[in-house]
């Protein structure tokens, strides 16, 4: 549904796109993650028309974004972070606007414009004015009017933005039920590590201007955790076992058999062990063995968090 081949934008000296490569597929939520200046938002312009790229092409439903704009914003709904309404408007006056410009007959636009306000959880303000709303009711409006012209992608640009938790619960919720009932493709640009990971079934990470890597979370996890995809956290009372090697090479000597371990660790009085799979059972096993007391075993994998961590922090591989 959306294609860039070697997109790059530069304004002046400045390059704030640099030959990006991305496939977004039917049905997919997408997830371009970075920090505020990556380049994000400037992508989202170059797919939607409203700037042109320096080089590279840019596909969307498969129109071309810059030489066909105009059909390009026929099929695709664009939620801002901050979303313009009329205020002195209801929420049922401004879904009607959006369909009159969009030439959806009058009939069909009320009918469409009520379900959808029941849809995104505004039911009981339909002909309230849009100046009274909250920042969470206005982006739940703001994905009623995206949704007023039955798109085929949505592009969300942090939209999730000065909403409190249980707002932002709500509609992801929202996002990921459209997509699963209507088969919507999304594209959710955003800076909040935990609301991507949450949602989106494919995750870009953009530095710079630049798509440092894409893919699922596992895929990610093991493109740059090659030794260390699993965490496994042990509570362990040694009852006076580990002697003058000290607790943390005690435990790495009981654990030295089990193949696939990197490396032992402790912090705040538990013991972290990073291996290549996840190795629970024979780990427990060991310590139980040993005459140690295992109080707690816990197995993490590597997220979002640890990945973001890897690029934006100066950990990531060469």
């Given at each position: 549904?959306?294609?860039?081949?070697?997109?790059?934008?530069?304004?002046?000296?400045?390059?704030?796109?640099?030959?990006?490569?991305?496939?977004?597929?039917?049905?997919e939520i997408f997830g371009l993650l970075g920090p505020n200046g990556a380049g994000k938002s400037t992508t989202i312009l170059m797919m939607l028309g409203l700037t042109d790229p320096t080089s590279?092409?840019?596909?969307?439903?498969?129109?071309?974004?810059?030489?066909?704009?105009?059909?390009?914003?026929?099929?695709?709904?664009?939620?801002?972070?901050?979303?313009?309404?009329?205020?002195?408007?209801?929420?049922?006056?401004?879904?009607?606007?959006?369909?009159?410009?969009?030439?959806?007959?009058?009939?069909?636009?009320?009918?469409?414009?009520?379900?959808?306000?029941?849809?995104?959880?505004?039911?009981?303000?339909?002909?309230?004015?849009?100046?009274?709303?909250?920042?969470?009711?206005?982006?739940?409006?703001?994905?009623?009017?995206?949704?007023?012209?039955?798109?085929?992608?949505?592009?969300?640009?942090?939209?999730?933005?000065?909403?409190?938790?249980k707002g932002v619960r709500e509609f992801l919720d929202l996002i990921a039920r459209l997509r699963d009932e209507q088969g919507l493709t999304v594209l959710f640009s955003s800076h909040n590590l935990?609301?991507?990971?949450?949602v989106c079934d494919r995750v870009g990470i953009f530095v710079n201007g630049r798509l440092k890597a894409e893919g699922d979370i596992p895929s990610l996890s093991k493109k740059l955790f090659t030794?260390?995809?699993?965490?496994?956290?042990?509570?362990?009372?040694?009852?006076?076992?580990?002697?003058?090697?000290?607790?943390?090479?005690?435990?790495?000597?009981?654990?030295?058999?089990?193949?696939?371990?990197?490396?032992?660790?402790?912090?705040?009085?538990?013991?972290?062990?990073?291996?290549?799979?996840?190795?629970?059972?024979?780990?427990?096993?060991?310590?139980?063995?040993?005459?140690?007391?295992?109080?707690?075993?816990?197995?993490?994998?590597?997220?979002?968090?640890?990945?973001?961590?890897?690029?934006?922090?100066?950990?990531?591989?060469?």
């Amino acid at each position: 549904m959306i294609e860039l081949v070697d997109l790059t934008k530069k304004y002046g000296s400045f390059t704030a796109v640099d030959q990006l490569n991305l496939t977004i597929n039917k049905g997919e939520i997408f997830g371009l993650l970075g920090p505020n200046g990556a380049g994000k938002s400037t992508t989202i312009l170059m797919m939607l028309g409203l700037t042109d790229p320096t080089s590279g092409t840019v596909s969307v439903c498969g129109i071309d974004s810059t030489a066909n704009p105009i059909e390009v914003k026929r099929k695709v709904g664009y939620l801002p972070e901050d979303v313009g309404f009329y205020d002195d408007r209801t929420a049922l006056e401004n879904l009607l606007y959006t369909a009159r410009l969009n030439r959806i007959p009058e009939k069909e636009a009320r009918e469409k414009a009520q379900q959808l306000l029941v849809r995104v959880g505004l039911p009981d303000v339909i002909n309230k004015k849009a100046g009274k709303f909250s920042r969470g009711m206005r982006q739940r409006l703001g994905l009623a009017d995206v949704l007023i012209k039955n798109p085929e992608v949505i592009i969300l640009d942090e939209p999730t933005s000065g909403i409190d938790p249980k707002g932002v619960r709500e509609f992801l919720d929202l996002i990921a039920r459209l997509r699963d009932e209507q088969g919507l493709t999304v594209l959710f640009s955003s800076h909040n590590l935990h609301q991507v990971q949450e949602v989106c079934d494919r995750v870009g990470i953009f530095v710079n201007g630049r798509l440092k890597a894409e893919g699922d979370i596992p895929s990610l996890s093991k493109k740059l955790f090659t030794d260390s995809l699993y965490v496994i956290e042990a509570g362990v009372e040694l009852n006076g076992l580990s002697g003058a090697s000290g607790e943390t090479q005690w435990l790495a000597n009981i654990l030295n058999p089990i193949e696939g371990i990197s490396s032992v660790s402790r912090k705040n009085g538990v013991f972290r062990i990073e291996c290549s799979r996840n190795l629970s059972a024979e780990i427990a096993r060991a310590i139980v063995h040993s005459g140690a007391s295992l109080i707690s075993l816990n197995k993490k994998e590597f997220g979002l968090d640890e990945i973001y961590y890897r690029y934006f922090e100066g950990g990531e591989k060469s």
